[in-house]
């Protein structure tokens, strides 16, 4: 990380009872710039009840988590190699930046930037903590000594039932989040007022009680998978007038009102594409062959009787899946999800529909899924929801942008853009509305696919990239639990993908 080329000193003060590994990978990011002198301070603080580490140990074998992982406790000795041996001499040091993640945090005299975390608006690491056990991630928020908010995000939690899973992707997001403030030289913020009502202290109890709830739920979901018919995600569409103005389904929209395409009880359908050559629109979605456990990208087409059978149109030794299909220069394209590969790949159509062939690597050595493209302001434009460290993919949007479709393709300087489980990452094609460029994102606050998000974009260039939520759209009954999860739109066809059970809607008529 180069911190705009200036020498800084930087110091982080942490707690010696609550020393985590995410601190450790932060002060190793921080320290790897050769501009930085990085010093690490010790101080007191209450310590953890000792069921936490109980807890982390029983998790380990029942959801076999190996490795390390970013909420492992440090001893401080870890840490040796930042630390200053004389305090008094650490305190004739005036650092630049001050990243206090100590329990009582205090800005003092010793810096001209001091910042700290809040979790849900409150300066009490134990607000996460006991929010962890409450199966809720907690917001997060970077704010200076005067209270001003640096930055925040909304992160999501992928395995809610484990507490080092949750807390691997909480403090992922804020590693991410904290890099950010300290790459800027000039930060500024809007002012909140922190919440200072008592919180509850992590206790033994609390944390017995999280680990029993955890068997009993993981137990009852095996149960559950073993005694009925799981749920499945399905494409669904509907033919759609000019009276629908926004490209969203419009207030009332029901299940029922989309025809449910056809499927088998050996896959399942998802993230549907239209694309519309030679007369005729096509429907691209993911495949996933129960058999395989491995994803394909299929096609069908729309006659006046419906929709075709899908048939296979591309398949690699990787899953795929995220069918991005469109057009630029003067040619036909697909960017399928390839995450597994680390890459993000793009495919040009030798015949449309269903020959397809590889014309480059956009995007190589990243964990990116639903790269979605766009030109806009003489630049084409990716955007991708990204993961490192143990976090998650469900909340971080990554934006990329080049002079020429295949590349070279160049990160934005503000990555991750945006950590939020309620808009992030792509859920379909970018459109124009009332002049503006707008984009379908995943809501995935509660679950993965709760339902999209619709976002205008306020800024888009090298410089910042800025979006609104103007509205969210969520599906229910008719069997259908989740969604919608991708929405496109072309001509007078509308698709979505949801999930439900297998008699949710009826294929190839609306449900009545």
């Known amino acids: 990380m180069t911190i705009h080329g200036e020498r800084r000193t930087i110091e982080m003060r942490l707690s010696r009872a609550r020393a985590w590994r995410w601190q450790f990978d932060l002060a190793d990011r921080l320290a790897a710039d050769p501009a930085v002198d990085l010093t690490i301070r010790f101080t007191d603080g209450p310590p953890l009840p000792a069921a936490f580490d109980m807890l982390r140990m029983l998790e380990n074998c029942v959801f076999r ?88 995000a909304r992160p999501a939690i992928e395995n809610p039932l484990a507490m080092t899973s949750a807390l691997d992707a909480v403090w992922s997001a804020l590693l991410r989040l904290v890099l950010k403030v300290a790459r800027r030289t000039d930060p500024r913020g809007e002012p909140i ?21 955890t068997l009993a739920r993981k137990l009852g979901n095996r149960l559950t998978r073993l005694s009925r018919t799981a749920q499945d995600w399905f494409v669904a569409w509907r033919r759609i007038d000019d009276t629908v103005r926004l490209a969203r389904p419009a207030p009332g929209t029901r299940p029922e009102d989309y025809i449910r395409m056809a499927c088998d009880a050996h896959r399942y359908y998802a993230d549907p594409f239209l ?51 469109f057009a630029g220069d003067g040619e036909i394209w697909m960017i399928p999800e390839t995450l597994q590969a680390r890459t993000v790949e793009l495919y040009r159509a030798e015949r449309f529909p269903d020959r397809w062939t590889h014309e480059t690597t956009l995007l190589a050595d990243i964990e990116a899924s639903d790269a979605t493209v766009c030109r806009h302001g003489g630049l ?19 934006v990329f942008f080049a002079e020429r479709l295949k590349g070279p393709w160049h990160p934005h300087p503000d990555n991750p853009v945006l950590i939020d489980s309620h808009g ?41 990239v800025t979006q609104t939520v103007e509205a969210g759209v969520r599906l229910r009954g008719a069997g259908v639990t989740r969604g919608p999860h991708t929405f496109n ?3 007078d066809i509308e698709v979505i993908d949801l999930l439900g059970s297998p008699d949710a809607l009826r294929a190839g008529e609306p449900a009545r």
């Open 65 to 152: 988590l190996h490795g390390e992982h970013v909420c492992d406790r440090l001893d401080e000795a870890a840490f040796s190699r930042w630390t200053r041996t004389d305090p008094a001499q650490a305190d004739l040091v005036r650092a630049d930046l001050v990243l206090d993640f100590a329990p009582r945090a205090s800005a003092g005299p010793g810096a001209s930037r001091h910042i700290r975390v809040l979790y849900d608006n409150a300066p009490d690491e134990d607000v996460l903590l006991t929010s962890v056990l409450a199966h809720h991630a907690p917001a997060l928020s970077v704010v200076d000594q005067a209270g001003h908010v640096l930055a925040s």
């Open 489 to 491: 739109r072309a001509g």
């Open 275 to 325: 694309f519309e050559a030679g007369g005729a629109m096509h429907l691209f979605v993911e495949e996933f062959p129960f058999a395989t456990g491995k994803g394909l990208i299929s096609v069908a087409t729309f006659t006046e009787g419906g929709l075709s059978p899908a048939r296979p149109v591309l398949e690699t030794d990787t899953h795929l899946s995220y069918p991005h299909v």
């Open 380 to 398: 084409w434009w990716m955007f991708a929801a990204t993961r490192e460290w143990q976090g998650s993919n469900w909340d971080s949007l990554g």
């Open 424 to 464: 992030a990452r792509p859920a379909g094609q970018f459109f124009h509305h009332g002049g503006a460029l707008w984009r379908p994102a995943q809501d995935c606050s509660e679950n993965y696919g709760t339902g999209l998000s619709l976002c205008r974009i306020d800024r888009l260039d090298t410089g910042a």
């Open 193 to 213: 007022a922190p919440r200072q009502a008592a919180t509850r202290p992590l206790t033994s109890p609390a944390l017995a009680s999280f680990g029993a709830r």
